[in-house]
Structure formats: C-alpha cells, structure tokens
DNA sequence: GCCGTTTTCGGCCCGACTGTTTTCAGTCG
C-alpha cells in the first residue's frame, strides 16, 4: 500500500503537536510543521521521489533526520517517533489542540491536572465546572469552551473560493463605508485565491483613532463578535464563516497588506531574509533599526529586500522568494488571455448552440467547444442526436468567421481505459473529451494506467478533470501526476483545469506539475449555463497558483493556431 | 530539527488581543 504525501504530512502534524503539548524544544515543534507543510504543497508524490532515489533532504525544511523518517513510513507505514511519544501522551489530545481557546500549554494542564484526554472528558469537567479552578483558566474561559464545544459539531471546514466571494464583496463595499476609512482591502488566503477559504481577512486604511471595529459589529450579517479591539477585530457571519478586520494607517498599508495578505510561509521566509539583511519586517514596515525604510506600498517593501514585485498567487512559501531573486517569477496569465472555452455542458435542457454563442461573444471569446455527451453504449437516437449536433455547428459555422465552434464529444474512460470510438464517429468531430467518470477507487497504478492508456488513443484531444476531486476535498483520486503530465507532452493531449468552484481540478500544484513537464493546460468553464462561462476566472486563479504563463494554456492561443496545435481542419 | 551573504553552532517572525494577571502567559494569525 502507497503512503500519500498527505498521510506523512498528518503525521508530522501530528508529532509536532504532541511535541509541543508535551513541552518539548518550540523549534524542534516548528521544525516538523515546517515539514509538514513543504510535504502538502508538493505536487510530487514522495512515494515517487524515493523509488527515483532522489534526496529527500534537498526539499526545504526536510534535513537528513525528517529525510529518515519520510523513508521510513513510506517503507513500514509507520512512524518509531509518533509510537515513542503516543507512549507517553495519548494521540486523542490533538483534538483538543483544534479547539480555539486551547494551545499545547493550556492542553496539557488539562490531561496532567484533569485527566482530561479528548472531547467529550473536557465537556464533562466543563460542565462540572471543574476548569473555571484551574490556575491560568477562569469562568469566562470555561464558559467560551462550552459554547465553543457545542458549536464545534455543527462546524464548517472550509468554504469554495465562489463563495467567500459572495460573502467578501459586500462586506467590503459595506466597510468602505467606514467613517474615516480612505480604502478597504481584501488580504489573506482570499486574495492569494486559495481554491478554499477558511476565514475572510479585510484591511480598512483609515486615519489613527477610527474604529472600524464598531462599524463591523453593526454589519447586518454578523452573528457573533469574537474580538474587538483598537486595531483589530473578528466576527463571525451568518453564514459560519469568520471575519478578521484589521485598522491600518495608510504610510504601513504596504506591509500590513503583504502581512496580512500571506501565506504564513511566505511572511515567515520574507522576515528571515530580512533579518539576514539586518533590516526587521512586520505589519508596520520594513525597519533598519528603528528607522522604518519601507512599507507604504508591497512593491517597496520587496525592493526594501531586494525583490521585484511578487503576485499574491505565488506567495505560498514554494520557492517564489528564490525565483524572485533570480529574476525567474513566471509572467502569470491572467484572464484577458484567455482566448476561447474548450469544454461546456451541451445538453437537452441547457442553453442552445446560438445562444452558447451569444453569451461566449458576450464574454469576448473567439472559439469555444459545446460538449456532446457520447455514452459508452450509443443508441440509434444519440447517433440521429449527435449529427444533428454535427450539422448545427457546420450552419453556425459557415454563417460566421469571427467566431468558431468545435464540434466536441466528452466520452467516459472506462476501467480498462479503451476509448471505443468508432471511425464513423470520429470522421464527425473535431475533439474528444475524456474523462473518468467511475471507480474512483481504483490503486493509484491502475488509475493512473487506465489514464494513460485513454491518452493513447489518437483522438483524445483532452484529459478532462484529471484527478477528479472535489475542491475541499484534495486527491479524491490517487493517481501519478508526473506520469499523467509526461504522458500528455508526449501525445499532445491537454490537461484540462475545470474551473467549476467546487472542482478547481487540477489543483494548484498539479497544474504546476503540468507545467514543470511540458504538458499544455486547458482552463475551461465546464459551464452548464451561460452564467457559469465566468466561472473561469476560478481556474485561472489556479492556473496562476500553479505558476502557469499564457504559453502554458492551450486556449489563449489564436483560433488557427489551435488548430494547428490540435490538428483540427 | 533545520539552516547558513556573521555557515557546522547558535540561532530560529512578530505583534495584538484576551483573560486572569496585578505585569503577563497563552493563543492566534
């Protein structure tokens, strides 16, 4: 049985938090969560990397010792240093961990002074009020930790990128009328464009003094106020999701933006380099001793550091800092490249070709691809369905040379991966879509085999939703990236990046693996609907978090030179 | 336990808020 880079990673989650709860050296704590996260962001799988015979310890954060141990799971599934330390702390307490309100210290004076080892032990002594006694706890933490517990089981994970936009935008609007407030500004994971949000982060530039944290409260969606304070304060809204606003006084706004903009990688490395340069970088500004150098805008505060200007896309703490400084940062494709849609739903009750083309011209695109579902066993109506289809475009087609339509099949992958496609049907089509569409489950070998094995088959333009996952739930299916990537440069078949806001498949760092192989990437909308066509600036955020340049997609190439590339007449 | 433009030892990001303190520890982002 393969270990999965995620499987490792939860296991040095795991160490560093019972390390941390068991009061070990912080560092040592930080250096396995260090770990953890260069192992989550990777797109490689290290299964992979340690059959290659590759140096684990080149990988940031991972040294000769996490090199041995990463070895060691993937070889025995298991992990000595975990067994060592659950023999004198019990695994359950990093529960506990994940309740707000509870850091290691607080937890271990519950398991050594209460006995308390998970959940529903600290909801009892709560509810016995035997915390409030506790020293370093007090009536009003026991009183949070009850509502915190009872609201835990109706918690939300994260939210899809779609909707923390519905729920940012008119805050921000709402903030921006914050009395004294100059701008508003959306930070965090939002604004790097995770697929999923946990938490909304908003900046409010005002003058010293206003309080934009009294504005919050009043905000029509707020259910709870968390904090409140001078400078900053968290609520959260009707919808479970929780909101952090911060004041900032607009000559800091530049780093107070970069800061709260994030990732916690990236800021970490991004102070570390400044201290190698003697300078100290926080949410105020970049100080050379008590001199502030820096920080009204990001841009000074990179070139404070000796840095061209890094996107919010790439700030994930995966090498941008190292390309940045030798001037190698992708030129990051945006939106207004994007050429033509090569995958939407064409079906029965769904919009009709004219009106595809309607919205698709609206949207100022010059090709797109309206996808005939092309079951596994036709009948003679999908046969009749599917040249009417074919003549319909040929029409369209002829009546306009702005704007082209390919005539377009999306055609499930078997188990065994053999596209049966007969030569009448293919003598009728431009493209063909494939795309696993059942037994997910398959091990990660036959998976990625029965995808390359579809591939194959000449006529397979595209790879549709190559991992098939859902975004909050990352790697549903187990497949080999690398192999898949190498597969589609050589056979000249796309890798689509469906841009749906609970798919986003590829993922981020599979996309940068597509580029990293030089396969070509697809953004499609994968629209039901001519609403959902601007669903595709949810897949280009990816394709941006994948460190992806127009070169990269296949649709942001001119309608005759996608066909050239596609060998389409 | 990792890392290196003060490099094989001695550092390790930095500031705000809360609650329980009576000057600060713990937690969070």
């Known amino acids: 049985m393969l270990i999965s880079n995620k499987e490792i990673a939860d296991t040095f989650e795991e160490i560093a938090s019972l390390l941390a709860i068991d009061e070990a050296n912080p560092f040592r704590v930080r250096a396995y969560q260090n770990a953890a996260r260069t192992i989550r962001g990777m797109g490689t799988e290290l299964s992979e990397l340690v059959s290659q015979k590759s140096d684990l310890s080149r990988l940031p954060y991972i040294g000769k010792d996490l090199a041995g141990q990463i070895e060691e799971i993937l070889r025995t599934g298991r992990s000595a240093t975990l067994r060592t330390i659950r023999r004198d702390i019990p695994g359950t307490l990093v529960e506990l961990l994940e309740i707000p309100g509870l850091g290691p210290s607080r937890v271990r004076k519950l398991y050594v002074e209460l006995g308390i080892r998970d959940r529903d032990e600290l909801a009892r002594a709560a509810e016995q009020h035997r915390i409030a006694a506790l020293p370093g706890f007090g009536e009003k933490t026991e009183q949070r930790l009850m509502g915190v517990l009872r609201a835990h089981r109706q918690k939300k994970g994260r939210f899809s990128i779609a909707d923390a936009a519905k729920w940012m935008e008119p805050l921000v609007e709402y903030l921006r009328k914050t009395p004294g407030a100059l701008d508003v500004l959306a930070a965090g994971s939002y604004r790097r464009r995770k697929a999923t949000i946990g938490d909304l982060d908003i900046l409010v530039v005002s003058a010293p003094g206003e309080d934009a944290a009294d504005h919050l ?3 029509s969606e707020v259910r709870e106020v968390i904090s409140s304070g001078m400078t900053r304060a968290a609520v959260t809204l009707n919808s479970g999701i929780q909101v952090d606003v911060r004041s900032i006084s607009p000559h800091c706004a530049g780093a107070a933006l970069h800061y709260f903009t994030g990732s916690k990688a990236h ?68 939106a207004d490249d994007v050429r033509g849609d090569l995958h939407v739903v064409y079906n029965a009750p769904g919009p009709s070709l004219a009106e595809w083309i309607q919205a698709a011209r609206r949207r100022g695109l010059e090709y797109f691809a309206p996808a005939f579902h092309w079951p596994r066993s036709p009948r003679k109506n999908h046969r009749l369905e599917l040249q009417d289809y074919c003549e319909q475009v040929d029409e369209l087609n002829a009546k306009r040379k702005s704007f082209t339509l390919f005539k377009t099949i999306e055609v499930d992958i078997p188990k065994d991966g053999t596209l049966r496609l007969s030569a009448s049907i293919l003598s009728q089509v431009d493209l063909v879509i494939a795309g696993v569409a059942g037994d997910f489950d398959l091990s990660r070998h036959k998976q990625t085999a029965r995808i390359l094995k579809a591939m194959d088959h000449p006529a397979c333009t595209m790879l549709a939703r190559p991992i098939d996952r859902s975004s909050t739930e990352l790697g549903a299916m187990h497949v080999d990236m690398v192999k898949i990537a190498d597969h589609a440069r050589e056979r ?78």
Do not use: M
């Not at 991004?270 to 970088?281: A, D, E, I, P, S």
């Not at 920080?295 to 800092?321: D, M, N, V, W």
């Not at 280009?540 to 996608?562: M, P, Y």
């Open 267 to 334: 800021s970490i490395q991004v102070r570390r380099r400044g201290q190698r340069l003697g300078l100290k970088v926080s949410e105020y500004g970049v100080f050379r001793r008590d001199k502030r150098i820096a920080g009204k805008t990001e841009k000074s505060l990179f070139k404070a550091l000796g840095l061209p200007y890094i996107e919010p896309e790439l700030r994930e703490g995966r090498g941008e800092l190292a390309a940045a400084e030798e001037d190698r940062l992708p030129d990051l494709v945006c």
């Open 492 to 569: 000249g078949c796309l890798l689509e990046l469906d841009s749906r806001p609970d798919r986003l498949d590829l993922a981020d760092q599979y996309a940068h693996v597509a580029k990293e192989r030089g396969a070509l990437v697809c953004v499609n909308s994968v629209a039901e609907s001519a609403g959902d066509l601007a669903d595709i600036a949810f897949g280009i955020d990816q394709a941006r978090r994948g460190w992806l340049e127009a070169r990269n997609l296949a649709n942001t190439r001119s309608t005759g030179k996608l066909r050239e590339l596609l060998g389409v007449r």
């Open 217 to 219: 409260a009043r905000y």
